[in-house]
């Protein structure tokens, strides 16, 4: 692999990992190895029924519209929604489908009727989202009597990346924490959050996700763009992102990261 010699640190001459976010990172987490092992329980969980009415709540780009369109059947349908109209535009590209309807908008305040839903999949959407709760209700409202949300949200305070300096880990977690996910803890929260909103819970499914290669975990984690940024707010100094990052490029690596996946339905 080419290395990338646009970032330097305390004199660094180069590193390997990326220093822009890829357009295609939702698509790159969908088709990982580490995302499909949280992904296939999930849609598991989520048990969709062919005839289906089904709502990808922050599709983005579509990493998971190909299974769930794969579990309704001919008669089903796929709403996926997402803020932002440039990933809609990259799904649809991927998917020329009639029973798909891909369309921009705020999870807080669905354009959707009543009890007009069977299925609602939240796949790392809720970690971002300004109200919870908001949203909550909105997909409590939407869910037909009996409907199902399966929620897969990580709790980022569980993430553990291996460094003979345990400090520059602690403090690079910090950030990401207090930092970068307005939600870092959604995870272990979804529980108690989608009972307070009158759903019942059916399950938490914590699945611990493990990353051996430092390329493949920074294509989901983005090591040198969050470093900078930690630097930037005083978390660590230009030498201890020197040296935390030179390590992780090295030809031992280690990281995880546990999902908690959240099942609830609607009473009726």
């Known amino acids: 692999m080419t290395k990338n010699r646009n970032l330097k640190l305390s004199n660094r001459p180069s590193q390997a990992f990326e220093t822009r976010r890829p357009s295609d990172y ?23 029924e062919e005839g289906d009415a089904v709502l990808d709540l922050g599709c983005g780009t579509g990493g998971d519209l190909g299974p769930l369109l794969s579990s309704i059947g001919s008669t089903g349908s796929v709403i996926g929604v997402d803020v932002d109209a440039t990933a809609l535009e990259v799904a649809h590209e991927q998917y020329a489908d009639p029973r798909l309807r891909l369309t921009v908008g ?19 959407t809720m970690q971002h989202v300004a109200a919870a709760t908001t949203v909550l209700d909105e997909v409590r409202r939407v869910l037909r009597p009996g409907g199902r949300v399966l929620l897969a949200e ?29 939600n870092a803890r ?23 996700v493990t990353y051996t290669d430092a390329i493949d975990a920074d294509r989901i984690f983005g090591f040198a763009r969050v470093t900078h940024r930690a630097v ?25 990261l546990t999902i908690f996946v959240t099942a609830a339905r609607k009473a009726g």
Do not use: C
Not at 30 to 47: D, H, N, P, V
Not at 160 to 181: M, N, T
Not at 191 to 205: K, T
Not at 243 to 252: C, D, I, Q
């Open 26 to 48: 939702l698509l790159r987490a969908a088709g990982s190895t580490a995302g499909q092992a949280y992904k296939s329980l999930a849609i598991e969980r989520l048990g969709i």
């Open 106 to 124: 705020d999870a807080h305040a669905l354009e959707l009727d009543s009890f007009s839903i069977d299925r609602v999949y939240v796949d790392r």
């Open 154 to 182: 990580p709790d980022w305070r569980t993430l553990l990346i291996d460094h003979p300096e345990p400090d520059l880990s602690e403090a690079y977690r910090q950030f990401v924490v207090g930092q970068v996910i307005r």
């Open 186 to 208: 959604i995870g272990s929260e979804l529980p108690r959050l989608v009972q307070n909103a009158d759903l019942e819970l059916e399950s938490v499914s914590p699945v611990t």
């Open 232 to 256: 930037k707010a005083g978390y660590l100094t230009p030498d201890q992102a020197s040296r935390w990052l030179g390590h992780l490029e090295g030809p031992v690596f280690f990281a995880s």
